[in-house]
């Protein structure tokens, strides 16, 4: 048994007191509306000078409501059958009340099964239907690489990695998507040659996806340049191969941000 | 649920036009009690939205502040991934209707805020961190791994440089599973006494000091990838 409090989770406990203190929460409240962006910027505040103007800037007002409301549905979503609007009684119903409502529900069902079998094109499993297309996608690089040399021949707006380095791509939707994606990666190298791989990335609740790790963890990609481009799909409906994405593209299964990626992979220095 | 007006329950004021923006504003001064979180979660839809508001409004300033302050040593701007991040960590805390957020225990010291803020860097370190799977594991993860328990020697050298302990720190909280990190915050950070904090946990006395033991190991191993 071990008495004695270790010196470095010491050190450690002492740093996330301080930043808990240093912590401005004034700011919650002008996120919440209790109070306004002005005052709370004028006011003296643990944090350094460039901070506050940083969430000045970021913070201008209470949240909106639609943000807010999203995020409550999609909870609600995710935890199953409806919340009450407010806390009420129960409502028995005579249970011949419940039999003439419950047949007429599974008459509706009947009908809407019927209208969705019978009509032609309506419904086809796989293919995509009106309001069923994927939503345009653009590709953010957040890292920037190895810091390029005077010498180098490399484009500026190439950026460098070795296998170590950290790589941090943010491919997001136009607008919110609650559904599931999958993304794909299709690599060609200066030969030409194409690949199609599955990164290892996360997604957010509205869709976005980041790529973001270890180069040789999260994009596998052997040294020379190389040109990515991102397929975005339905759960089930990526691509094969490489030599599938373009009737991918062309069925509407999937979509691809209009500009590739271009970067470099070199190997680490001796 | 039934249940009748209650004379603390929050009232919305009318919604009001902020910058082209509608939002909602809220009475001042409403404190949440962990007995009225739960009955939210269990069944007050009303009332979950200006719960939802409140801590949203905690994980936003604590997720923009980590980003500046990480961002500051790499000369990024880190305004884009501030949503995007918040609500990756918000909709986290009330799955399995509101887990995470039922753990809160005014009785431990920490408002409502406080506790969604230290949850919400936890969360944060690993999604940087690159971490995948369940964060919210009641055991450890990584540091369950069987490892020779060491005991500290007198040389180990403690990491001087502020940054590197800030870089530690969020590797830590990244590796810590919830649990772990609720335990690394009420010794470490919040100081209680490590028979106090085992009678909170329901662990014995034995269990606190097997974690604390493999904790430090794991702090140490993390330090020197750091710095070797």
Redesign the interface.
Known sequence: ?????????????E???D??RD???A???V????RSAAEVAASPAH?EA??QA??AS?????????E??G??E???A??GPA????????VVVPLFRRRSTWTAVVVVLAVAAAILLWLPGLWVPGQPQPGDMLVAYTV?E?SQGLQATRTDNVPPTVHRYQSSSTIHL?ISPEHGVTEATELRVLARDHDGHETLFEP?A?R???G?I?I??RLD??LPLGPGRWRLSFVVSRPGASPRDAAAVTDALAAGTATMPPDPLELEVVAPAN | MAASARADEPCLLNTRTVDGSAARIYPLGLDFTRTRIHEILDGDRAALTELVCEVLASIKVEVAVSLFRRARSQGRDPRQEVNDFSHEILISLLADRGRVLRLWDPERGHSLAGFVRMITRQRLSRILQGHRGNPWGDEPTDDAALEPLLEPDANDRILESREELRILLERLRARLSERGYLLFCRIYVDQRPIIEVAAEFGMTRQAVDAWNTRARNLARRLAAEINP
């Open positions: 048994m071990n008495d004695r409090p270790d010196p470095l989770l010491q050190a450690l406990g740093l996330e007191r930043h808990a912590h401005p929460g700011w919650d409240d996120l919440i509306g209790r944090n460039e901070e940083a969430l970021l913070f201008t007002g209470p949240i909106p409501a639609a807010v409301d995020l409550i999609r909870t609600l995710s935890w919340l009450p609007a407010s806390p009420t009684p129960p953010v957040r943010v290892v996360t957010s609740a509205e976005t980041r973001l790790g963890t999260v």
